[in-house]
Nanobody, 124 residues
Framework: QVQLVESGGGLVQAGGSLRLSCAAS????????MGWFRQAPGKEREFVAA????????YYADSVKGRFTISRDNAKNTVYLQMNSLKPEDTAVYLC?????????????????WGQGTQVTVAS
């Protein structure tokens, strides 16, 4: 069982930056694939970024590539999402998710544990 708690969301102007954090419970964090997803009202949950258990490989949705950076600190049981050059279309609830895996999954259906989400609002 893993518990995830996101933080760092807020209201920013277009072009601004935020850094989201996801703190995970447990002592097996290093073995888990970590992903960020987002969900806007009326839309399905969308993959944003993921990082493999070792941190060696990162994956991004085309919509955020070059603007967002995912990282993890296994010693702190924490994964981060640095979001730069934010756009109004980035507005959504951002959720952290994880699955015990040493490889990458994109579909939210593949992830086993989810945080509660943190709201990111980008104003134009």
């Amino acid at each position: 069982q893993v518990q995830l708690v996101e933080s760092g969301g807020g209201l920013v102007q277009a072009g601004g930056s935020l850094r989201l954090s996801c703190a995970a419970s447990g002592r097996t964090f290093s073995g888990y694939l970590m992903g960020w997803f987002r969900q806007a009202p009326g839309k399905e949950r969308e993959f944003v970024a993921a990082i493999t258990s070792s941190g060696a490989n990162s994956y991004y949705a085309d919509s955020v590539k070059g603007r967002f950076t995912i990282s993890r600190d296994n010693a702190k049981n924490t994964v981060y999402l640095q979001m730069n050059s934010l756009k109004p279309e980035d507005t959504a609830v951002y959720l952290c998710a994880t699955k015990y895996a040493h490889y990458f999954f994109q579909s939210p259906a593949r992830y086993d544990y989810w945080g509660q989400g943190t709201q990111v609002t980008v104003a134009s």
